[in-house]
């Protein structure tokens, strides 16, 4: 069975950092893509950052130059470096990570983590 198990969230003040971890085991077949999504309040989900198997990155535009997603393949584990925080990036973080087996492919969340920047 097949978990993801995100920390690192909590309440930090405007300008602060904190860092996301998300630790996965149970998978099977090969880790095509890792990211981290987020969910604010009354809004629909949104891709943050992402990270290839070839270790190509992607960011969100309001995340640029302040987020930095990272990997630990020895540990499974995919980061979140969040640093000069907003208001704006209140939300709940979720981590994804697609998976490819054959010709199928399977897509997997965690359970969401919450992140709240006071101004």
């Known amino acids: 069975q097949v978990q993801l198990v995100e920390s690192g969230g909590g309440l930090v003040q405007a300008g602060g950092s904190l860092r996301l971890s998300c630790a996965a085991s149970?998978?099977?077949?090969?880790?095509?893509?890792r990211g981290w999504y987020r969910q604010p309040p009354g809004k629909q989900r949104e891709l943050v950052a992402g990270?290839?198997?070839?270790?190509?990155?992607n960011y969100a535009d309001s995340v640029k130059g302040r987020f930095t997603i990272s990997r630990d393949i020895a540990r499974n584990t995919v980061y979140l470096q969040m640093n000069n925080l907003q208001p704006d990036d209140t939300a709940v973080y979720y981590c994804?990570?697609?998976?490819?087996?054959?010709?199928?492919?399977?897509?997997?969340w965690g359970q969401g983590t919450q992140v709240t920047v006071s101004s």
């Open positions: 149970g998978i099977t077949g090969i880790i095509n893509n």
């Open positions: 994804n990570i697609v998976t490819l087996r054959g010709t199928s492919r399977s897509v997997y």
């Open positions: 990270i290839s198997s070839s270790s190509t990155t």
